[in-house]
């Protein structure tokens, strides 16, 4: 009877249509279902490409991990992930045994610091960090049991630029892998795998999806066999990401070329507004000829640099307070990449769990600010600057 088959606890089939959308389709879908199990078994044996359950992939993610790849030249497929931190998990739980030994940047992301001083410890996996712009000390820290150097290009909030080529060599002629966690440069502006990395790393949440509304991360290997044992270990460990994750990040990927040109280039006019106001201690952006690794800067990320800036203002905490207070349509928040310009402040957020000493040590006070430039009119976001700036020194 026909009635009857309506009453099976089945959607129906989508209707016919001759013309197809043009934006990705969202598929939720959990489990894929075959015809017979003939096709089933060509399909784990690799003869016919189908999906079998969303942890084990699915549409949405094979369409940002693709874009990815293709972005980041990578030599195989990566894996996309449910956050940047899933990829720096999968790269350091899923690589590495007891025994041993991992050499990380001393200025890390914040989880990826506590990975190393905390998780990894305990797993029996060694660490040891290093500033990654000097390879000579990278060297020393190297032992028989040492198997990944992990590095960021530029870091957060100082903007110190790593000596990739330097670590690429060190690395080749050590036998161990080089890791670039490439979030801050983007493609856009550095290509890892064209200097020598072996595995590269990426939080899509910041800059490449954009818009401060997903969390993913993705992550390649050069080597096919590594790149399995990722992929495999973030299947296994539920690393991968929700088809709607994927399918917000894919949206905001689409515009993100546009947003990075427009981001770095208004960065970069107002780093140079900033050196020029009054009650601006420094003004750190790798483009400006005053940073320490200018030169280094310039010859690795071909002439794109950031749309990150950091500064300092005089005045310590009462200054910083009117200073946040000050600059209006602008949110104070620890985060980067949103179309709108971010703002934190290291000393109460980021490196709140360091003593005032240490943050001093790597160049941070009281007045030290990290400023993620959007897209908002350049004149319009350097009077903001000038407004909030000129309240900081009136407090
Ligand atoms: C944000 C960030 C991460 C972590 O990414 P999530 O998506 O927040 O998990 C890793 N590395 C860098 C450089 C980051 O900025």
């Known amino acids: ?230 992929r495999v270990f973030a299947v296994t460990s539920g690393m991968t990401p929700s088809p709607f994750d994927c399918w917000l990040a894919e949206r905001g990927m689409l515009s993100f070329d546009l947003r990075f040109d427009r981001a770095q280039a208004t960065a970069a006019r107002l780093a140079d507004h900033l050196a020029g106001l009054k009650g601006v201690r420094r003004v750190l952006y790798p483009a400006r000829a005053d940073h320490p690794d200018h030169a280094r800067a310039a010859e690795l990320l071909d002439g794109q640099f950031c749309n990150m800036v950091s500064f300092e203002l005089d005045g310590g905490r009462t200054a910083a307070n009117a200073f946040t207070r000050g600059a209006e349509g602008l949110s104070f928040a620890p985060t980067l990449g949103d179309v709108g310009t971010t703002i934190s402040h290291p000393a109460s957020s980021s490196h709140r769990g360091m003593t005032a000493d240490a943050r001093e040590a790597l160049g941070m006070s009281e007045g030290f600010f990290r400023i993620s430039v959007g897209l908002e009119d350049p004149v319009t976001l350097c009077d903001v600057f000038t407004t909030a700036v000129a309240a900081a020194m009136d407090a």
């Open 1 to 230: 009877m026909k009635n009857e088959k309506a009453s099976l606890v089945r959607p129906d089939a989508l209707p016919a249509s001759a013309s197809r959308p043009v934006v990705t389709p969202l598929s939720p879908s959990v489990v894929y279902a075959s015809d017979t199990p003939d096709m089933l078994d060509a399909q784990y044996e690799g003869k016919l490409h189908g999906y079998t359950y969303s942890r084990e992939g699915h549409p949405n993610a094979d369409v940002v991990g693709r874009r990815l790849d293709r972005m980041e030249h990578a030599p195989h497929p990566g894996v996309v992930t449910a956050s940047g931190m899933a990829a720096v998990s999968a790269v350091l739980l899923g690589l590495m045994r007891s025994g041993d030994h991992v050499i990380g940047g001393n200025q890390l992301y914040g989880r990826s610091l506590r990975m190393m001083n905390e998780d990894l410890p305990r797993l029996g996996i060694a660490t040891t960090l290093v500033n990654p712009g000097d390879v000579t000390a990278v060297r020393a820290a190297i032992r028989p049991e040492t198997r990944m150097i992990l590095v960021e290009v530029v870091s957060n909030p100082t903007l110190a630029v790593a000596d990739i080529a330097g670590l690429a060599a060190l690395a080749r002629e050590a036998g161990v892998l080089l890791v670039v966690d490439n979030t801050f440069t983007t493609p856009r502006a550095f290509k890892p795998f064209e200097q020598g990395a072996d595995i590269v790393i990426h939080s899509l949440t910041k800059l490449l999806a954009g818009h401060s509304d997903v969390m993913l991360g993705w992550v390649a290997a050069a080597d096919a066999a590594l790149n399995d044992r990722l």
